[in-house]
């Protein structure tokens, strides 16, 4: 794309010299020759002071104000610019959005896995949520897409509307409503506010919270797995007649984000098979399941609420034989009535044999967590589920326990 046509598109102004232009960021330190770097006011720092280091490697700049050097072209609002050229491009692809509580990024690999047979996909990367990183992976993402597939975050009210006003999803999901930021926002408000943007419908599981506001747009969700049975640490779930193995242990949680993609599928008449299904895996950090010696580690890290602690919880009860041992930090962002009655309600239904804590008090059960405590307790086929919200860095634990059990 030509930095003059780019300017055109977003209503700017070009000073310099006309250029190609082959990848686009936001933070001067991942751009490289030929980028276009948007220069974003953010809450503690300003874009605008990094454009100099953007013109030293060779890239080009979208800007409030001149700043001279290389060519770049001067806009109202950067922002705004930003999540227009991402709308623009895929104009003419049939946009899908997820939202929810929980699963949003498993059921955004789904569903753009499966679109895949069918077209060219350009999905949001990772767990890019937000309307920046949205943005981004779209102006980075394939040419021409057939199908656009993004997952909508949601850190305060609003958030989820200002994206899908721009983006106009042609069909949403909503995977659910839970606890996770609950003390930030009206989750059930926040994430059903995605039906005032979408053209066709939105899938969700006909929780009745979210039928009274998404505007007769709802479509219930189809049932497609009727039994789903663990062996060794991989999930095989049996779809009519027939089974199909998933790659690591699928919760309850995972297989209703594959019945959420499966039903995208029907809803749009585009045809699936079995071996569509095959080998399948979750995304890095949503409860991967690794045998470590002679344990099994689970990295559930991501992030935590209630609803996502149970259903790790419940995957790991379901390996019948093993001893189970939770390592948690706290949740963020939560406020729920009773919630120290729903934490000891997961507790006594999954009863684990030891559970650790690391960070401030926030569960009525368990002891500080050390690793020279973990290794006295455990046992030859012990699983450990290690999780906690982001802000304690439970990767750091994750990566304690497996140095140490490695030797």
Same mark, same amino acid.
């Given at each position: ?16 010299? %006309? ?22 006011? &953010? ?12 013109? /030293?490697?060779?890239?080009?700049? =979208? ?5 001279? &050097? *290389? ?5 109202? %609002? ?14 003419? *692809?049939?946009?899908? *959005? ?25 999905? !949001? =990367?990772?767990?890019?949520?937000? $309307? ?26 609003? $958030? ?19 606890? !996770? ?23 969700? $599981? ?11 747009? +709802? ?20 779809? &009519? ?52 010696? #002679?344990?099994?580690?689970? #990295? $559930? ?6 609803? !996502? ?10 390996? /019948? ?36 804590? =690391? ?7 368990? /002891? ?19 999780? +906690? ?7 750091? =634990? ?10």
């Amino acid at each position: 794309m030509k930095l003059s046509e780019i300017s055109q598109i977003i209503d700017g102004k070009l000073f310099g010299d %006309d250029a190609e232009i082959s990848s686009f960021c936001s933070d001067s330190r991942e751009c490289q020759k030929n980028a276009l770097f948007f220069a974003l006011k &953010g809450e503690k720092t300003d874009g605008h002071n990094f454009v100099k280091e953007v013109y /030293r490697i060779g890239g080009f700049a =979208v800007v409030s104000h001149e700043i001279r &050097g *290389a060519s770049h072209v001067i806009v109202k %609002d950067v922002h705004a610019s930003l999540m227009n050229l991402a709308a623009w491009k895929v104009r003419k *692809a049939f946009k899908i *959005a997820i939202t929810g509580s929980n699963g949003k990024t498993t059921t955004k690999n789904l569903i753009a896995s499966l679109l895949g047979n069918h077209g060219n996909v350009c999905r !949001s =990367v990772g767990n890019f949520n937000t $309307d920046v990183g949205i943005s981004l992976s779209i102006l980075n993402g394939p040419e021409n897409p057939k199908y656009c597939v993004v997952e909508i975050g949601a850190r305060f009210q609003g $958030d989820v509307g200002k994206v899908a006003k721009i983006f106009v999803p042609d069909l949403s999901v909503i995977t659910s409503v839970g606890s !996770s930021h609950s003390s930030l926002m009206d989750v059930v408000r926040e994430k059903s506010s995605i039906s005032d943007y979408t053209k066709r419908f939105v899938i969700y $599981d006909g929780n009745e919270l979210l039928k009274r506001r998404i505007n007769g747009k +709802g479509r219930i969700f189809k049932k497609h797995v009727c039994a789903v049975e663990y062996k060794g640490l991989n999930t095989f779930a049996k779809i &009519g007649k027939d089974e199909v193995k998933l790659n690591g242990v699928w919760g309850k949680g995972q297989i209703k984000d594959l019945e959420l993609a499966l039903s995208v599928m029907d809803e749009l008449k585009l045809k699936w098979g079995l071996r569509d299904l095959k080998n399948l895996s979750l995304p890095e950090g949503r409860m991967c399941f690794k045998r470590i010696a #002679d344990y099994t580690l689970v #990295d $559930d890290t991501y992030n935590a609420n209630l609803e !996502s602690l149970e259903n790790v919880a419940k995957a790991a009860f379901d390996l /019948r034989g093993r001893g189970v041992v939770w390592i948690l930090a706290p949740m963020k962002e939560i406020k729920i009535e009773g919630l120290n009655v729903k934490l000891m309600n997961i507790f006594n239904q999954f009863r684990p044999r030891d559970v650790f804590t =690391v960070g401030e008090k926030f569960y009525p059960f368990g /002891r500080a967590y050390s690793i020279e405590k973990i290794t006295k307790i455990l046992k030859p086929n012990d699983i450990m589920i290690v999780k +906690g919200s982001r802000a304690y860095k439970m990767e750091k =634990v994750l990566e304690e326990i497996g140095e140490t059990l490695n030797g």
